[in-house]
């Protein structure tokens, strides 16, 4: 197991409160996904595209990573797995033709960290190459049994790493879970689904310092239950959710960023509590509340996640 970093997060990590999801077969969504306002765009050439179109669907990933203007949008591709026939040709000719025009890759049902070293690896090695500068990005997504159980290796095995994503509807297959098409159970359960599996991404992502990124919510007609999901995932620590239609983006925005109230408390936190160090204390009080070095802390993530969507 390669050694494992502070469980403080990478800095500076990217924003990723939405990450919406275009299958690379369908040109005539690309524009709307570009202009939808989400943090990432990412075009599939996995679950979302018909094995037989794969090959072509990379073709035009390349042509709309290279003419679509993204505005500040990063630029992903999900590419196949490392077990399928497709994965190696999908790295070797994205990262060719598509150049500086890409930021990240997305690599799906990751089992171990030999997947990930993988696919790090023939980046690095494509980049050498190619005397590409900026070295890509990864994120993977954690959506299989074997993956959860290694998510701290996985975490902690390329400096690319940016995000573990948990992919629920893989997840419910490895699983056998018994739920519906936006994977909630179809049989009563006491409490959130979910959360097992949510909070071992959450602290896997933490371990390696990376983001953790929420589920897709596939009916896109209910924003009550996106919005619940999302909530559940970020009061757990994850930092977006994917959205596999423009609408869902502002929703994923919205959830994700901090709220006034949140930033104000935050802001008097961290004064109180820099008034008291400066009397030789270390906690104070405020509006009744004990603000000690903890709450410090957690205001000043929270400050900083503010700040960087100013920026
Ligand atoms: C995403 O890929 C998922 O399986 O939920
Ligand atoms: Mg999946």
Redo the contacts with the bound molecule.
Sequence with gaps: MPPVPSPSLRSPLPVRRSELATPASNERMFEKAARSGADLVFLDLE?AVAPAQRPDARKKAVEALRDIDWGTTARAVRINGVDTEWCHDDVIDIVTRAGEQLDTIIV?KATAARDVWWVDTLLTQLETKLRRERPIRLEV?I?DVAGLEHAVEIATVSDRLDALIF?????SVSMGTRVDTNFVPTVPYPGDFWHHARARVAVAARIGGVLAID??YPDYRDPEGYTREAGYASALGFSGKWAIHPSQVELANEVYSPTPDEVENARRNVEAYREAERSGLGATGVDGKLVDAAHVKLAEELLARAEALRA
């Design positions: 679950d799906p997504l959506e992919g629920a509807g893989d997840f589920a897709p």
